[in-house]
């Protein structure tokens, strides 16, 4: 087959430059033509489909998703952790726990304020948080505290972790995160003691959050705060997920439902107002969950699995 000369010197730049490396400059030279011509040629053979580019790389999928969902809800940072049929849901947990706290710590500022939720999902976190110094910072609770039989995953106790592992100061929120009723909550959201942490709390930096599914996968139900009778009120109220002091619609919405008039601490509301609010997920069912936070502008980082990305775009 016959090969015209100029299909001959397009193929010729980009065999210099993909094949052997050269630089556009070097191949400008040799071939006795501009470099703006020689980036010409390569973008027309791009277009063309002389030249096709792929990333051979097992995370390069994570990377197109967590781009696409950059891009279909605005936010600063997503982060994708690849899921294939070999990895254990518990291995899959670990590296998105992981990779939530290495991207917390490169964050890190001085002076900055940050705001935790509770559950599960930021105990791992902090689990693989480094050791690191940065005593001006300062943590707090964005929700109530939570029964001593459940210590480890209380936001008190989440706080006085993390504060140890970057060496800052932290406060505490002296209240239930569920009150046993809506006359209590009432009471407790007009003292002092909780009027100052829940100031502190709407005015954080960076607030790092949990998200559950209360149908499907709620830290409240698995540590017996919420019972059969209100998962009722739950299913029959439109509830989509909770996180933080909410329990949330499918707009991103606070239900104001008796489980939720008993909650204290910040609402889903509040969290539009924090500059940085990153959410935490892992497993499939979660994604009916988080999208309406997304849907609601609640969140700007994701930190999440593949199997939740491809539910999300």
């Known amino acids: 087959m ?3 000369e100029d299909r001959r010197k397009i193929l010729k730049i980009v065999t210099m430059y993909y094949e052997q490396g050269l630089t556009q400059a070097m191949i400008a030279k040799e071939m006795r033509i501009s470099r703006p011509v020689v980036s010409k040629i390569l973008h027309q053979a791009r277009e063309s489909g002389i030249v096709s580019v792929s990333i051979k790389d097992e995370s390069a999928y994570a990377v197109a998703l967590a781009l696409r969902l950059e891009r279909k809800y605005q936010l600063s940072d997503v982060i994708v952790i690849p899921t294939n049929e070999q990895k254990k849901s518990e291995t899959i947990q670990k590296e998105v726990s992981r990779a939530a706290a290495y991207y917390f710590k490169d964050r890190l500022t001085a002076d900055m304020s940050v705001g935790l939720s509770w559950g599960t999902t930021l105990a791992d976190m902090i689990d693989e948080m480094p050791y690191c ?8 609770p964005l929700v109530g ?3 001593s039989e459940h210590l480890y995953f209380d936001t008190n106790h989440l706080v006085f972790r993390l504060a140890e592992k970057i060496y800052s100061r932290c406060q505490y929120f002296y209240a239930p995160a569920l009150a046993e009723s809506i006359e209590l909550a009432n009471v407790l959201n007009k003292s002092q003691l909780v009027g100052r942490a829940m100031a502190q709390a709407k ?19 698995r540590l017996g705060y919420i019972e059969t009778e209100e998962l009722q009120v739950i299913k029959e109220t439109g509830v989509k997920g909770d996180a933080v002091a909410s329990l949330f619609d499918k707009n991103g919405k606070t239900v104001n439902n008796e489980i939720s008039k008993r ?7 509040d969290l539009m107002e924090i500059p940085d609010v990153m959410v ?10 988080i999208k309406p936070l997304l849907l609601g502008n609640c969140l700007t980082i994701l930190v999440i699995d593949q199997t939740i990305a491809e539910a999300l775009v």
């Open 2 to 4: 016959k090969i015209s």
């Open 133 to 140: 110094s940065f005593p001006t910072m300062n943590v707090c």
């Open 145 to 147: 505290g939570i029964s």
């Open 203 to 221: 005015n954080v930096d960076f607030a790092i959050i949990g998200v559950g599914n209360p149908i499907e996968s709620s830290t409240w139900m």
């Open 263 to 269: 909650m204290l601490g910040v609402k889903v509301e």
């Open 280 to 289: 935490i997920g892992c497993g499939v069912e979660k994604a009916e969950s």
